[in-house]
């Protein structure tokens, strides 16, 4: 039995939910937020101790820490975590540049705990499936990728004195909601190559963007766009991969995307009977946080590596800078970005 402390309890409610849900692997004895009307309903809920920042890493009996602040956060907070011998878990997105992601990845191989960034939607049983297909080795070429994340975000949403600004969100539509859906679609179809990205701030009163738009050349040559925005009454999270054998296409629930269904169509019988072969008896796991925590126990256990690393991180925070470098300077930019690149030390205007 792991013992946790939970560090931020807006989203990190759902990490509580989702731990309790896993008990015989982990047990959550402290929480902490300096906003009382969040930490005493969920500490007294379920039986755990309201802490400051420094008592919770000076507890013996906590082994990982849950960081769920506001993102300007993360970097000081994780990094204080691993020194003082914990294992961390964080959420999107870790930190605002590769320089910070490379200073934690420093920080993790000379730390006794690991780090595993939150990717939530990875878990969800359609991608799994999606995944095992292209792992098999049967997807054949790739060619184009479409993601499209249509959500909602009304004035009340950035009542939240740290949303909708550069400084404390680091960043609008593509960083704070198609994030999972840009993990995703690099999960399935790989890295990117080239990127040139259009943003604009059209939907509420806020700095950070609003909508996006962008296409991607990914390693290997097919093709991807993007688009996102936060004005859509209508919400819809979708994904489409073409690939020699088959196509891929997620349902549209927004936050859900990555369930089942999912529909596979291949292009011919022999297709249609590798993509059988690997579907046929699929057992479904828990999705979402409770999915991702478990396989992090498993590994725990194991001494394995976590189901999302820094390095998944890393390239995610790679991707977002060049979007916003590409949106900044109409470049076409060119992956991967070395340590000289200007935006190296962060995207933020
Ligand atoms: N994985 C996902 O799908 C997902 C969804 C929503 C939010 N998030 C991420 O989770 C993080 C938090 O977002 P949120 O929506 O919960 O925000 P929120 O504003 O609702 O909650 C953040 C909480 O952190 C607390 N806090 C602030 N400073 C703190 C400190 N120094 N120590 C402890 N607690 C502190 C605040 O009082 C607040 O209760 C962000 O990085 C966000 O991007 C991820």
Same mark, same amino acid.
């Given at each position: 039995?792991?013992?946790?402390?939970?560090?931020? &309890?807006?989203?990190?409610?759902?990490?509580?939910?989702?731990?309790?849900?896993? *008990?015989?692997?982990?047990?959550?004895?402290?929480?902490?937020?300096?906003?009382?009307?969040?930490?005493?309903?969920?500490?007294?809920?379920?039986?755990?101790?309201?802490?400051?920042?420094?008592?919770?890493?000076?507890?013996?009996?906590?082994?990982?820490?849950?960081?769920?602040?506001?993102?300007?956060?993360?970097?000081?907070?994780?990094?204080?975590?691993?020194?003082?011998?914990?294992?961390?878990?964080?959420?999107?997105?870790?930190?605002?540049?590769?320089?910070?992601?490379?200073?934690?990845?420093?920080?993790?191989?000379?730390?006794? +705990? *690991?780090?595993? /960034?939150?990717?939530?939607?990875?878990?969800?049983?359609?991608?799994?499936?999606?995944?095992?297909?292209?792992?098999?080795?049967?997807?054949? *070429?790739?060619?184009?990728? !479409?993601?499209?994340?249509?959500? #909602?975000?009304?004035?009340?949403?950035?009542?939240? $004195?740290? #949303?909708? *600004?550069? =400084?404390? %969100?680091?960043?609008?539509?593509?960083?704070?909601?198609?994030?999972?859906?840009?993990?995703?679609?690099?999960?399935?179809?790989? /890295? $990117?190559?080239?990127?040139?990205?259009?943003?604009?701030? #059209?939907?509420?009163?806020?700095?950070?963007?609003?909508?996006?738009?962008?296409?991607?050349?990914?390693?290997?040559?097919?093709?991807?766009?993007?688009?996102?925005?936060? +004005?859509?009454?209508?919400?819809?999270?979708?994904?489409?991969?073409?690939?020699?054998?088959?196509?891929?296409?997620?349902?549209?629930?927004?936050?859900?995307? !990555?369930? &089942?269904?999912?529909?596979?169509?291949?292009?011919?019988?022999?297709?249609?009977?590798?993509?059988?072969?690997?579907?046929?008896?699929?057992?479904?796991?828990?999705?979402?946080?409770?999915?991702?925590?478990?396989?992090? =126990?498993?590994?725990?256990?194991?001494?394995?590596?976590?189901?999302?690393? &820094?390095?998944?991180?890393?390239?995610?925070? %790679?991707?977002?800078?060049?979007?916003?470098?590409?949106?900044?300077?109409?470049?076409?930019?060119?992956?991967?970005?070395?340590?000289?690149?200007?935006?190296?030390?962060?995207?933020?205007?």
């Amino acid at each position: 039995m792991r013992g946790v402390g939970v560090v931020g &309890l807006g989203i990190g409610t759902l990490h509580v939910r989702a731990l309790r849900r896993l *008990r015989d692997r982990f047990t959550v004895v402290a929480v902490c937020d300096p906003d009382e009307t969040r930490s005493g309903p969920v500490a007294e809920h379920i039986g755990a101790d309201v802490v400051t920042f420094d008592e919770l890493l000076a507890r013996d009996d906590i082994e990982i820490v849950h960081v769920c602040t506001p993102p300007a956060l993360h970097l000081e907070q994780c990094l204080a975590a691993l020194l003082a011998g914990k294992s961390v878990v964080c959420e999107k997105p870790v930190v605002a540049s590769l320089a910070d992601v490379d200073q934690l990845i420093e920080a993790e191989a000379a730390a006794a +705990g *690991r780090l595993m /960034p939150v990717f939530q939607y990875r878990f969800g049983n359609g991608l799994q499936q999606v995944k095992a297909l292209v792992d098999a080795g049967i997807a054949g *070429r790739a060619y184009t990728s !479409s993601v499209e994340v249509a959500w #909602r975000r009304r004035p009340e949403y950035y009542a939240a $004195p740290w #949303r909708g *600004r550069w =400084a404390t %969100e680091l960043g609008g539509v593509l960083l704070s909601q198609a994030v999972h859906a840009l993990d995703m679609l690099t999960y399935i179809a790989g /890295p $990117p190559t080239r990127v040139f990205c259009r943003i604009t701030t #059209r939907v509420n009163d806020i700095e950070v963007e609003d909508c996006a738009a962008a296409s991607l050349e990914l390693s290997g040559g097919s093709l991807a766009t993007i688009t996102a925005t936060l +004005g859509s009454p209508e919400e819809v999270t979708r994904h489409r991969f073409h690939f020699e054998a088959f196509s891929a296409e997620s349902g549209t629930a927004p936050y859900t995307s !990555s369930s &089942l269904p999912w529909t596979v169509t291949p292009d011919s019988e022999e297709a249609a009977a590798a993509v059988e072969a690997v579907t046929a008896g699929w057992t479904e796991r828990a999705e979402e946080w409770q999915g991702q925590f478990e396989r992090w =126990a498993d590994a725990l256990d194991a001494g394995t590596d976590p189901p999302v690393t &820094l390095a998944d991180a890393r390239a995610s925070l %790679e991707l977002l800078t060049a979007l916003y470098w590409s949106a900044r300077t109409g470049e076409d930019v060119a992956l991967p970005l070395d340590g000289n690149h200007p935006c190296y030390g962060g995207w933020l205007p």
